[in-house]
């Protein structure tokens, strides 16, 4: 049984329908825990280590979870840390994207990433995740941060609409890189709503993320 942890519940209907496209018949729970995400923004991630690792014990333990994936971009590397602890693999969403993105621009040994994200608390996680993937491939990742000003607001009053229009927005802003990371699961349809502006391909985590899951669950 796969279980995946989210802290917000506008990820299950999203990883429900990439399970029905993408591997029809895999067996999912979803745990659903908002307070992670608001205990790690505001205190850092190690902030909520504790409750990640309880709920992570009582998913093994009670849900009978033979891996887990988790969706937050945030917590992902405190939930990967209890991997070994518990016997069972813990895979946190962003690394198969942060693979693909240090692998752009074959044939150099430099690769520009831009990181795009709507809760501050993101950005060190992701460029960390992204760093150890271009150190294991041998490369050099230079990162730009790149906040969607004013996003946030639109996700946490349910407003899914303008959220990605104006992640879009940020995205078409950027040149200079050679791929554009969106740095949390919830923003991975803003990817389809870019027009302008960079030319870059736009990596989102839902996708690769559920495919590693599945491979070893």
């Given at each position: 049984?796969?279980?995946l ?44 280590d ?91 990742a ?15 009053d349910?407003d ?18 050679d ?39």
């Open positions: 049984m796969l279980t942890l989210h802290t917000s519940p506008v990820h299950v209907p999203v990883f429900d329908a990439l399970r029905d496209r993408e591997h029809p018949g895999l067996a999912m729970r979803h745990v659903v825990d908002e307070a992670l995400l608001d205990r790690a923004r505001s205190g850092g991630p190690g902030a909520a504790s409750a990640i690792a309880a709920v992570l014990d009582a998913a093994v333990g009670e849900g009978g979870a033979t891996a887990v994936l988790c969706t937050c971009s945030t917590i992902g590397a405190v939930a990967e840390a209890n991997a070994a602890r518990l016997g069972v693999p813990v895979l946190r969403v962003d690394r198969p994207m942060a693979a693909a993105a240090v692998a752009a621009a074959p044939g150099r040994d430099v690769v520009r990433i831009a990181v795009v994200a709507t809760v501050e608390s993101t950005f060190g996680p992701t460029c960390d995740v992204i760093r150890e993937e271009a150190d294991a491939a041998g490369r050099t230079v990162i730009r941060t790149v906040p969607a000003e004013g996003a946030w607001k639109y996700f946490e349910g899914r609409e303008s959220y990605l229009d104006l992640v879009a927005r940020t995205v078409d802003t950027i040149t200079g890189v791929v554009v990371v969106l740095a949390q699961a919830s923003m991975a349809d803003a990817a389809a709503r870019t027009r302008t502006g960079s030319a870059a391909p736009v990596l989102s985590s839902p996708a690769p993320g559920l495919r590693a899951a599945a491979a070893v669950r």
